[in-house]
C-alpha cells in the first residue's frame, strides 16, 4: 500500500508540473493586440449606441486612447466609460466624445476649436477629421502635457495653449466649429461670436439641476438650439463663473 500510494503521489506531483509547463500564458492586457481586440468591441459598441458617422468611427479607431489615460487605467482604455486624469478632470466616455464630434459634422476642411483640453484625446479625434485643431485648456500642467502627448504621438495638427477658453482664441477665428467639453450655466456669447454664420457649437449646457448636450448655430442673427441629450460633465471653470458677459445666452 504505501509504494502504490508513493507512486500516485509522485505521479501526481509531475503530472502538475507538465500542466503548469504546458499552459499558455495569460494574455497581456497592455499588449498591442489586447488594445485592437478591444478598441474593436468598442466601436462595435458605438454602432449599436447610434454613432453613424463613417468618419467618426474610423477616428476612434485610429486614436490610440491608451496613451490618454492614467497608466494604472490603460487596461481599461476601451472600456465605454469615463476615466479620471490629473487635475481633477476626467477623460470622457468614448460615447460622449463620438456623438459630439459627429454632432460637428467634420467633413476635413475645417477651423474647429475646444474648448477644455484634458488629456488632449477629444483633441486627437478632431485632427483625425479636420484640417487644423486650436485647443484651450486652463490649467497649465494639463496643457502642457497635452501638448507633449499630442505632439510624441504626430499630432501636429493641434495647437493647445493654457488660458480660459471662455475668451476663444480671437487671432485664429473665425472656426467652422466650436466644441466645449465641460458644463457651462449658459453659451458663451463670445465664443458665438468666433464662429462662422451657420457653424455648430456643441456644448454641455446646465439648465436648472440637469445638463443637456446642445448645438447651437448662428441662423439670420438669431442662435437656434438643438438639444441632444441629457449628460453629465465636469463643470467648465474660470471666467464664465464669475459672471461673464451680459449677453450670453
Known amino acids: ?36 481586440a478591444a478598441r474593436t468591441a468598442l466601436l462595435e459598441e458605438l454602432r449599436a449606441d447610434g454613432i453613424g458617422d463613417v468618419r467618426v468611427l474610423g ?34 466616455q468614448p460615447y460622449i466624445v463620438a456623438l459630439m464630434t459627429q454632432l460637428l459634422e467634420l467633413r476635413g476642411d475645417e477651423r474647429v476649436l475646444e474648448v477644455g483640453t484634458g488629456s488632449g484625446y477629444q483633441a486627437a479625434v478632431l485632427a483625425e477629421l479636420a484640417r487644423e485643431v486650436y485647443s484651450i485648456e486652463l490649467d497649465p500642467g494639463l496643457a502642457e502635457s497635452a501638448r507633449q502627448r499630442l505632439a510624441r504621438l504626430g499630432y501636429g495638427r493641434v495647437q493647445v495653449r493654457a488660458g480660459d477658453g471662455y475668451f476663444g482664441w480671437e487671432e485664429a477665428a473665425p472656426f467652422d466649429a466650436i466644441i466645449i467639453t465641460a458644463t457651462a450655466p449658459r453659451i458663451p456669447e463670445r465664443l458665438v461670436a468666433q464662429l462662422k454664420p451657420g457653424a455648430p457649437l456643441v456644448m454641455p449646457l446646465s ?18 438650439i438643438e438639444r441632444i441629450a441629457d449628460v453629465a460633465f465636469v463643470p467648465m471653470r474660470g471666467a464664465i463663473r464669475g459672471g461673464g458677459d451680459r449677453e450670453d445666452r
Not at 439648465?207 to 438669431?222: K, M, Y
Open 59 to 92: 477616428a476612434i479607431a485610429k486614436v490610440p486612447r491608451h496613451e490618454f489615460v492614467l497608466p494604472q487605467d490603460r487596461d481599461r482604455a476601451y472600456a465605454n466609460h469615463a476615466l479620471p486624469i490629473p487635475g481633477g478632470q476626467t477623460i470622457s
Open 207 to 224: 439648465e436648472g439641476f440637469s445638463e443637456t448636450l446642445i448645438r447651437a448655430r448662428q441662423v439670420d442673427g438669431d442662435l437656434k
Open 1 to 36: 500500500m504505501t509504494a502504490v500510494w508513493t507512486g500516485v503521489v509522485v505521479c501526481s506531483i509531475v503530472a502538475v508540473f507538465y500542466l503548469a509547463a504546458c499552459r499558455a500564458p495569460a494574455p497581456d492586457p497592455d499588449s498591442p493586440a489586447a488594445f485592437a
